[in-house]
Each structure stands twice: as structure tokens, then as C-alpha cells.
């Protein structure tokens, strides 16, 4: 059973544009909630995260908004770059569980310059 | 120094043959994962170390096996490869458990014939 879910699949932007990543979850004993970025030909590597007692989370271009109630969440990167283009899991953690992280299956951004 | 290695990058094996993948890392990380990822889906857990002690998801407890002889270096072993092994293989380092943050490294393709 997928419990991250990630849409779309895949999303195109124009450079300058703000691109907008949705992930939902059905645990609603999840607390946390880490994004990966992955470039091509290298691993995933963490992005930007929140835990559910926030509802939003700014890091520069990127940001998490956290709606609990609907368990959902999205990530909006604005003035999307080329260099922005990769694929991004949400991911998702429950504190009772050693280390198991429970990843969606991305979404592959691709900014057109 | 947050570099995971992993060895070989591509890897083409026979049905049911023996396949062995490794991973290394230098940050003197705790927990070392193993996760299956296949084409648009979601990178999946199949077992982790926490410093010694084997963790091995339910799902894939008789498909992989794995060894950590010492605190850097974590083996993943296939001991008949089916067509249905062909994936990336990525090997992720942290250093405690819970949330911290994993670090992945570029992935072992595997190709099984």
C-alpha cells in the first residue's frame, strides 16, 4: 500500500515561473516530512523538511506549505531555474519507527529556460 | 566529507546468479540503508544497520541479504537474481536513527538477464 503519494508525475515550468509539487499521506501518525532533490546520475539528497507542528516552512525559492488536517502538503519552488530541473520525493516519518522513511514516487520537474 | 560510494555503479547479472553490491561511507555514520528503486516508483526500504543490528523489512526478509564488517562499509547480496532484481540499488548512510538526515549515495543499476 503506497502511503506517499506525489502528483503530477511529472511537471514542465517556463524559468521564472513558480512550480508546485503536491503530496498527500494517509498515516496520520506521520510527523515528519522531508523533501529529496535528485539530480540525474546522483542520489537523492534532502532538500528542505517540516514537521507537522508548522505549517509552513521557507527555505530561499523553496517552500513547504502543511495542511495536517487534509494530510497534505506541497512544495512551491518560485523563480524556478533550470538548474532547478531534477525529480523531488516527499518523503514521510513516523516517530515511533527506527529510521523508516516512507518516500513517494517523485515528481520530475523540468524548467524550460 | 558527506559522500556515500557505492560499487559498481552498473551491474549486469545472470538468472540466478549471485549478485554482491557495496556501499561505503566516511562520516562514522551509525545506520546504513538499502533501498529498491524501480521506474516511477517509490524508492523502498529493504533492510538497514543500525550500528550492528540487521534490520530487514518483512516484505523482502528472504530476498536480500547483508553484511556490515565494519562501521564504514555495508554490503547488500542477492543470492539468486531473478529478472525482477533489475533496479537501481541505493545505499543511504545517517548518523543516528529517527530523523536524521540520510545521505545517498549515486545508486547501483542492476540489470539482470
Known amino acids: 500500500q503506497q502511503q506517499v503519494r506525489q502528483s503530477p508525475q511529472s511537471l514542465t515550468v517556463w524559468e521564472g515561473e513558480t512550480a508546485i509539487l503536491n503530496c498527500s499521506y494517509e498515516d496520520s501518525t506521520f510527523n515528519y516530512f522531508p523533501w529529496y532533490q535528485q539530480f540525474p546520475g546522483e542520489g537523492p539528497a534532502l532538500l528542505i523538511s517540516i514537521s507537522s507542528v508548522s505549517d509552513k516552512k521557507e527555505d530561499g525559492r523553496f517552500t513547504i506549505f502543511f495542511n495536517k488536517r487534509e494530510k497534505k502538503l506541497s512544495l512551491h519552488i518560485t523563480d524556478s531555474q533550470p538548474g532547478d530541473s531534477a525529480t523531488y520525493f516527499c518523503?514521510?516519518?513516523?516517530?515511533?519507527?527506527?529510521?523508516?522513511?516512507?518516500f513517494g514516487a517523485g515528481t520530475q520537474l523540468i524548467v524550460i529556460p | 566529507d558527506t559522500t556515500v560510494k557505492q560499487n559498481p555503479r552498473y551491474k549486469l547479472a545472470r538468472v540466478g546468479k549471485p549478485v554482491n553490491l557495496i556501499c561505503s561511507q566516511t562520516?562514522?555514520?551509525?545506520?546504513m540503508y538499502w533501498y529498491q528503486k524501480k521506474p516511477n516508483q517509490a524508492p523502498k526500504l529493504l533492510l538497514f544497520y543500525y550500528d550492528k543490528i540487521l534490520n530487514r523489512e518483512a516484505d523482502t526478509f528472504e530476498k536480500f541479504q547483508s553484511s556490515r564488517p565494519n562501521n564504514s562499509f555495508c554490503s547488500l547480496y542477492i543470492g539468486s537474481a531473478g529478472l525482477e532484481y533489475s533496479a537501481m540499488y541505493l545505499c543511504?548512510?545517517?548518523?543516528?536513527?529517527?530523523?536524521?538526515?540520510?545521505?545517498f549515495g549515486p545508486g547501483t543499476r542492476l540489470l539482470v538477464l
Open positions: 562520516m562514522n555514520h551509525d545506520t
Open positions: 518523503a514521510a516519518f513516523r516517530g515511533s519507527a527506527l529510521g523508516r522513511l516512507h
Open positions: 543511504a548512510s545517517s548518523r543516528g536513527k529517527g530523523q536524521d538526515t540520510q545521505y
